[in-house]
């Protein structure tokens, strides 16, 4: 197809979506109305089991078994990255170089490392007390531990940084999920649903297996943020053509002719 | 205008799908395809607001004592945000091998099938 018939096809698509949206949107009930009918189930749901933040009580506790769908995608993803960036055939990876850091960036970063850290661990904790939870807590603290990439080099954070463990915490806070969820048929019950006691409200062990489900998710998400970063730094930094300056397709043109 | 921010999360969606349509390089074809993702973080948020609402989140409030906004949106724009993250990453990554096999990161050009 040619790019002004494509370009055609597009208007003519987007206009009847435009159109079904915005009819669509005028049926929606009006914006920052009071007519919450799921948000105040949720809510009264949530204090009857005492977990302080409602959010994770949906996602942990009222919707457990699709937090296990998207953790699974989450899983699948990382995998998926780890097995197209990985080092082919035709490529060799070379140590890089160390780098000459400013010394304010230095200092600065490596005062920021444990105080990042210590709040990413933080909102991990809370995560069934205070706003975030295990998603937004372990990316912190994936983050924090790439300080050090800023602050010395590539060199240092690979030292703290074994790749195989972090895959191995990705897998195990996706195994914890699902373990967790099994305890729950042994104690009797159904799949995913809670069989500790509710707790004290608003203390860190409120919540039954809210605050235990978060973790797993903390470690995996953690791990998984790990991992997708050294890959994708790996190909940045270490990974190398076959050839100089060739890329795959040259080489095979080579050897085919 | 009490429908304005369910319009803009139209608008941001079919945004995203023009530049999906016209991109000539795969990496500003994945942005593309955040951006039609973010508008459902808008739509979400926009259906779950609550005039003076606060977050629903108990642990500083007394529970009742002021209205909070609709916590299960959140938490669908919480799960949305992380499946967008991972998946990004994903297609990020078939674009490098893309580019490495290939030589060239414009869909137009990758017309040829490659054992």
Known sequence: ?257 | MSVLPYLAAGWIFLVGCYGLATSRNLIHAVGCLSVCQSSTYVLLLAVGYRRGGTAPVFADITPGSRPVVDPVVQALALTDVVVGATVTALLLALVIQTAKRHGTVDPDELSELRG
């Not at chain 1, 506790?61 to 055939?89: H, K, M, N, P, Y």
């Not at chain 1, 709040?119 to 531990?145: C, D, E, N």
């Not at chain 1, 990439?149 to 074994?162: F, G, H, M, N, S």
């Open chain 1, 1 to 257: 197809m040619s790019r002004k018939a494509r370009l055609w096809l597009l208007a003519v698509g987007g206009i009847g979506v435009a159109v079904l949206l915005a009819c669509a949107a005028f049926d929606l009930p009006g914006f920052g109305g009071t007519w919450h009918p799921y948000g105040e189930r949720a809510v009264r749901s949530a204090l009857s089991r005492h977990t302080a933040n409602v959010i994770s009580s949906v996602n942990f506790d009222q919707r457990a078994f699709d937090t296990l769908g998207e953790e699974s995608i989450l899983f699948g993803a990382v995998l998926g990255t780890v097995v197209l960036l990985r080092e082919t055939r035709d490529e060799h990876s070379e140590p890089p170089e160390t780098a000459q850091v400013d010394p304010p960036v230095r200092r600065y970063a490596l005062i920021a490392l444990p105080v990042t850290l210590l709040i990413g661990l933080y909102v991990i904790a809370h995560g069934q007390l205070s706003p975030g939870g295990g998603f937004q807590g372990g990316v912190i603290v994936a983050t924090a531990l790439h300080l050090l990439y800023v602050a010395i080099d590539y060199k240092a954070l690979e030292r703290i940084r074994p790749a195989a463990a972090y895959a191995f915490a990705d897998a195990a806070g996706e195994a914890a999920y699902v373990l967790l969820g099994t305890a729950g048929l042994l104690a009797g019950s159904a799949f995913l649903a809670n069989f500790l006691p509710y707790g004290t409200f608003n203390t860190l062990s409120s919540g039954g297996t809210v605050p235990l489900l978060n973790a797993a998710i903390g470690v995996e998400v953690a791990g998984a943020v790990v991992v997708l970063l050294a890959r994708f730094l790996d190909q940045a930094l270490e990974i190398e053509d076959g050839g100089a300056g060739g890329t795959g397709r040259q080489d095979e043109e080579a050897n085919r002719s």
